[in-house]
């Protein structure tokens, strides 16, 4: 049985045009529709920030499992699309990693390590796209 290591609770009211906030009230956002709300941050930008971090600390348990000492950075574009006119809505993510002082080929094989390791990674697998880039 797997231990629990964490968990936390988030709290939405109003949808895509709400706010969202955590029980110890450390986050609190007015939430929006992407490109129409600017002083609101949504769903997408959320997922982002997420998945990037937990990526970028499942590379650097890769790189430290083989013994590199690096300083990784992982951004992560969360597009939100639409098939037809009706409500058939999807997300895609295209991550893109750096590793200071490594070549793309190192860079890309500790990649593939880290989309082993990375929750994230192993809950959205086969069921949305995700593609891995080093820049």
């Known amino acids: 049985m797997a231990k629990k290591l964490y968990t936390t609770t988030m709290t939405n009211t109003g949808g895509r045009s709400g706010e969202v906030w955590s029980n ?4 609190d956002f ?3 529709t992407p490109g129409v709300d600017k002083d609101s941050t949504n769903p997408e930008q959320l997922f982002a920030a997420g998945y990037a971090s937990c990526f970028n600390g ?7 499992q083989a013994g590199v ?3 990784p950075t992982v951004r992560a574009k969360v597009s939100l ?3 037809g006119d009706g409500p058939d809505f999807h997300v895609g993510v ?5 590793i200071d002082g490594l070549d793309d080929a190192e860079a890309e094989k500790y990649m593939a390590q880290a989309d082993q390791i990375c929750p994230y990674s192993k809950a959205t697998r ?3 796209d995700v593609t891995l880039s080093v820049e």
């Open 58 to 64: 499942a590379l650097e348990i890769a790189l430290q």
């Open 81 to 83: 699309y639409q098939e």
């Open 94 to 98: 295209e991550l893109f990693g750096h």
């Open 24 to 27: 110890d009230k450390k986050w």
């Open 30 to 32: 007015k939430i929006g």
């Open 69 to 71: 000492t690096a300083q």
């Open 126 to 128: 086969g069921n949305i």
